[in-house]
C-alpha cells in the first residue's frame, strides 16, 4: 500500500533532542532482578601440543559474558543465567571452536577447548543462503577481507555472486545488488544507515570507511531486510571489530600493503582490549594511488589520498548490559574520475554514534537494542584537470573559452533505531521496534568562464547553482518480526509500515517553469507498507529447501525529485536530468526458492529469483533545453514505469583431499525495462569462476588460483548510453606463509594474462565516450603482524 500526498508543513530538523531522550529513557531502564545463576569454568589448550594457550577469549553467545585465559589455560565466567548456551573460544592464530554447555543452579559446568593451528587467510568464502533468522542472504568474513586485498569497499563487493560495483575512479566503487543500486541498496555500519554526499555519485553508500575496519559483511539480496531500514529492496551490513569483555590489554595488528601498476600503499593498524568492565577498539588507516595502467599498456587516471580513524568504547553497566560509544573520521584528498566531468577535490566524513544493550538469557523479555547516529560528509569537486579547463570549441563548432567549474556539497544524516526481542516459549521468537533516519543535502555548482583579459564571468546560458536545494528526506518506520518453528520447518515473517516526508528549499524558477510545479507544492509525505515471509523445509539430513516471498517500498530520492538538469548515475551519458516532485514511490515484489545441500567433503548453493518492480523510476526523454552547451542535445526526466528482473547464483565447493579444495562460482541476470520497451540499465553479464586452493595441513601455508570467465553483454539500455561490452578471462594467483607465530605474509597477481577489459557497469569517460578500463596486471603483497 501506497498513500501519496502533499503537504507543505516542515517536519525538518530538531531530531536530535527526542532521539536522544529515547536513548537515555532506555539506558536508565531498571533492569529485572537476575534469575539463578551457576559458573561455566575449563581450558583452552593447543589441540597439538597441548599446552594452555594463555589470553585466549570465551564467550557466551547472544549475551555480554565472557572470560580471558590465564597463563595456565584456566578461565572462569560467574554468574550465568541458568540455561542453555554456546560456549565460543578464540585464539589469535587458531581456530574458533564451539561448544553447547547447560548451565544449573548454584554449580560449576566444566569444559575443555583444544583449538587448532588457524590456516593463514580465509578458506573459501562462506556462502549462507538463510541465516538462522531466516534472512537470505550471503556473508563475508573478515580473513576473505585481507585475501582480496581491495583498495575499496565496493570493489571488495564484487567477489560475491550476484553483486558487482560500477567504477567511475579509483575508489568509491558504486555496489550492484542483482540490478539494484543506489538507495535501492540500504547500507548500514555497525547499524548507521549511510547515504553518499556526490551528486555525481563519486562516493557510494559503502563509502568512507577502509577496508581493513572490516570484520563482518552480510548481504540480503532480496527484500528481506525489513528491520533493518527503511526502502530496503535489497541491503549490505558492515561490522566492524567486536572486543571481548575478556580480551584483555592489549591485543592489535600491524598491516602494510603494496600494489604494482596502481602503485598503492596501504598502511593500517589496531589496537584493541579491555580492562575491568571497559573494552576499546581503535583504528586507523591510510592509503594513496596512483595512475594505472589497463591490459593494452593505456594510462588511467588514478589519483587518491584517503586517511582515517575509527574507534569505540563500551562500558559494561551490569552482566546483562553495556553502552558503547563508537565515531570515525575519514579525509580524502585528490581523487580522479575518468568516468565524471569533474574530479573530487576533498571527502570529509565524520560520524558518531551511542548504543545502549541489555541481553537477559532465559527471560520472556530477551533483549533490547537501542541506537542513535550523526553521520555527515562534506564534498568538493573541481574540473582543474579536465578538457573544460582550458579553451576549446562548443559542440557548434564556437570557440569555447577556459571554464571554472566546482561542486559543493554536503549531506547530514541523524537517527536512531529501538528494537526489542521478546521469545515467550522455544517456538517462537518476536521482535518489535522502530527506526528513523533524517537525511538533509544541499549541494551549489558555481560556473564561471574565464574570459582572454583574465575576469570571470557567469555565462549567459548558465540558468541555476542548484543541484540539491536543501533537500530533506525523513522516514520513521515501526515493524515486526515473528519467527516460527514446528519440528524441523522453520517460518519467519515481517512487516513494517513507514511515513516519509521530502521538503525542498527554494529551487530555480527554471525547475518550476520546466516541471510545471509551484514551490509551495514540492514538499511531499507517503505511508508505504512493506512485508516478507520465508519458510525453510529439509527435504533430507543433508539438504534443506527455502523458499521467500516479499515486497518492499523505495521513496524517491533527492536528484529523482529535485535535479534542475544534472547528469545522472542512472545512465552512462553526460545528458542533464530533471527532477519529478510527483514521483510515486517504487515498490519491488520479489520472489525467490533456495537449495543447499551440505555434506562431509561437498557444500552446494543454488538461489533463483523472480523481481516486479511497480513505479520502477526510470526515464524519458524531454523537449527541455539543455543548460550546458558541452552536454548531449537531449534532456532526460525521471519518471514511473515498470520493470522486471530475474536470475540465479550457484557455488559449489569439494574438497578433493584434505589439503585440497576445488570451488566453482556462477550467476546470471535478466532485466527489462518495460516502460522504454529495452534492457534494464546495469545488468551484469553471465559469469562463472573457478578456484583450487592448496592448504598445508598446519595452515603455516596456502596456495590458490582463481579464474573468472565473463560473457559479452550485448542486452544494453540504448536511451541511457550504454553500449556492449565484450567478455574476458582473467585469472589471479596468491599464496601465504606464515613466517612466525604472529607474522604472516599474502602475496599474488591480479590479471596475470594482463587482459584489456571493461566491467560492464563502469561509467564512461565522458570527453572520450569510452568505458574506464579495469586494471591490467597488478602484482601485490601484505605483510601483517598481529600482537
Do not use: C
Not at 186 to 202: E, I, K, Q, S, T
Not at 316 to 324: A, E, H, M
Not at 649 to 670: C, N
Not at 758 to 767: D, E, G, I, Q, S
Amino acid at each position: 500500500m501506497t498513500v501519496t500526498q502533499s503537504t507543505g508543513a516542515p517536519v525538518r530538523r530538531g531530531l536530535v533532542m527526542p532521539l536522544f531522550v529515547v536513548f537515555l529513557l532506555f539506558f536508565t531502564v531498571s533492569e529485572n532482578t537476575l534469575a539463578q545463576t551457576g559458573t561455566i569454568a575449563g581450558t583452552v589448550v593447543d589441540a597439538r601440543t597441548g599446552e594452555a594457550l594463555p589470553g585466549a577469549n570465551v564467550l557466551v553467545e547472544n549475551t555480554l559474558l565472557g572470560a580471558a585465559s590465564e597463563a595456565d589455560g584456566r578461565f572462569t565466567i560467574a554468574e550465568v543465567p541458568v540455561g542453555t548456551y554456546t560456549l565460543r573460544a578464540r585464539f589469535i592464530g587458531f581456530e574458533e571452536a564451539v561448544q553447547q554447555v547447560r548451565v544449573t543452579p548454584d554449580a560449576t559446568t566444566r569444559v575443555r577447548f583444544e583449538l587448532r593451528f588457524e590456516p593463514i587467510g580465509m578458506t573459501s568464502i562462506t556462502v549462507a543462503a538463510l541465516r538462522p533468522d531466516l534472512q537470505p542472504e550471503a556473508s563475508l568474513e573478515a580473513r576473505a577481507v585481507r585475501e582480496t586485498n581491495p583498495r575499496d569497499s565496493g570493489e571488495l563487493l564484487r567477489i560475491m555472486p550476484g553483486i558487482n560495483a560500477a567504477r567511475r575512479g579509483p575508489i568509491g566503487l558504486d555496489p550492484n545488488v542483482r540490478g539494484l543500486v543506489e538507495t535501492e541498496v540500504g547500507a548500514y555500519v555497525d547499524g548507521v544507515r549511510r547515504f553518499p554526499a556526490g551528486p555525481l555519485r563519486m562516493d557510494s553508500q559503502v563509502s568512507h570507511f577502509d577496508p581493513s575496519t572490516i570484520d563482518r559483511v552480510e548481504i540480503v539480496k532480496g527484500p528481506y531486510a525489513l528491520i533493518w531500514g527503511a526502502g530496503n529492496m535489497s541491503a549490505i551490513r558492515v561490522h566492524t571489530k567486536t572486543v571481548s569483555p575478556a580480551a584483555g590489554l592489549a591485543h592489535g595488528f600491524v598491516r602494510s600493503s603494496f600494489d604494482s601498476n596502481q602503485n598503492a600503499l596501504g598502511l593500517s593498524g589496531a589496537v584493541f582490549g579491555s580492562e575491568k568492565n571497559v573494552t576499546f577498539w581503535v583504528h586507523g588507516a591510510y592509503r594513496e594511488g596512483d595512475d594505472y595502467e589497463s591490459g593494452d599498456g593505456t594510462e588511467i587516471p588514478g589519483d587518491f589520498t584517503s586517511g582515517e580513524v575509527r574507534g569505540k568504547v563500551s562500558y559494561r553497566l551490569s552482566p546483562t548490559s553495556q553502552v558503547t560509544v563508537a565515531g570515525g573520521y575519514q579525509d580524502q584528498r585528490d581523487i580522479d574520475y575518468p568516468g565524471r566531468l569533474l574530479d573530487a577535490d576533498f571527502f570529509e566524513a565524520a560520524d558518531v554514534s551511542a548504543r545502549y544493550q541489555l541481553s537477559q538469557p532465559g527471560k520472556v523479555f530477551r533483549s533490547l537494542d537501542a541506537l542513535v547516529y550523526w553521520h555527515r560528509v562534506d564534498h568538493g569537486m573541481d574540473n582543474d584537470e579536465k578538457p573544460t579547463r582550458e579553451a576549446g570549441m562548443f559542440p557548434n563548432g564556437n570557440p569555447r573559452p577556459p571554464l571554472i567549474i566546482t561542486v559543493d556539497s554536503e549531506m547530514q544524516n541523524i537517527g536512531g533505531r529501538l528494537a526489542a526481542e521478546i521469545i515467550p516459549d522455544d517456538h517462537w521468537t518476536l521482535t518489535v521496534g522502530g527506526d528513523v533516519y533524517s537525511t538533509a543535502r544541499d549541494a551549489v555548482r558555481p560556473f564561471q568562464a574565464v574570459m582572454p583579459n583574465g575576469n570571470t564571468v557567469v555565462p549567459p546560458f548558465y540558468a541555476s547553482d542548484e543541484i540539491w536545494p536543501d533537500v530533506t528526506i525523513t522516514d520513521a518506520g515501526l515493524f515486526a518480526n515473528g519467527k516460527r518453528t514446528a519440528g524441523a520447518v522453520a517460518v519467519s515473517g515481517s512487516v513494517r509500515l513507514d511515513f516519509v516526508s521530502a521538503e525542498a528549499g527554494r529551487v530555480s524558477p527554471s525547475y518550476l517553469e520546466h516541471t510545471g510545479a509551484m514551490q509551495d507544492d514540492l514538499d511531499d509525505t507517503e505511508t508505504n507498507l512493506s512485508g516478507a515471509l520465508t519458510l525453510a523445509v529439509p527435504l533430507a539430513p543433508e539438504w534443506l529447501l527455502s523458499v521467500g516471498v516479499g515486497s518492499v517500498v523505495r521513496t524517491a530520492d533527492a536528484l529523482e525529485r529535485y535535479a534542475d538538469r544534472f547528469p545522472a548515475s542512472k545512465a552512462q551519458t553526460a545528458a542533464e536530468f530533471v527532477g519529478n516532485p510527483n514521483l510515486d514511490p517504487e515498490r519491488s515484489t520479489q520472489v525467490d526458492v533456495w537449495l543447499e545441500a551440505s555434506y562431509p567433503r561437498i557444500q552446494v548453493n543454488v538461489n533463483g529469483f523472480y523481481r516486479q518492480m511497480a513505479d520502477y523510476i526510470t526515464l524519458e526523454p524531454t523537449n527541455v533545453p539543455r543548460m550546458l552547451p558541452l552536454s548531449p542535445p537531449t534532456v532526460f526526466r525521471y519518471i514511473n514505469g515498470e520493470a522486471a528482473f530475474y536470475g540465479a547464483e550457484a557455488t559449489a565447493a569439494v574438497a578433493l583431499l584434505d589439503v585440497l579444495t576445488a570451488h566453482v562460482s556462477t550467476s546470471y541476470l535478466y532485466g527489462e525495462d518495460k516502460e522504454l520497451d529495452e534492457p534494464a540499465l546495469g545488468v551484469s553479464p553471465f559469469e562463472a569462476g573457478f578456484g583450487l586452493r592448496y592448504s598445508t595441513r598446519d595452515g603455516r601455508f596456502f596456495a590458490e588460483g582463481l579464474a573468472r570467465v565473463v560473457a559479452e553483454q550485448d542486452r544494453v539500455a540504448t536511451t541511457r548510453g550504454e553500449t556492449l561490452t565484450e567478455g574476458y578471462t582473467t585469472v589471479d594467483l596468491r599464496a601465504g606463509l606464515q613466517l612466525v607465530r604472529n607474522v604472516s605474509l599474502l602475496v599474488g597477481v591480479t590479471n596475470l594474462t594482463d587482459e584489456e577489459y571493461v566491467n560492464h557497469l563502469n561509467a564512461k569517460n565522458p570527453f572520450t565516450a569510452t568505458p574506464i578500463p579495469e586494471p591490467g596486471r597488478v602484482f601485490f603483497s601484505n605483510l601483517s603482524v598481529t600482537f
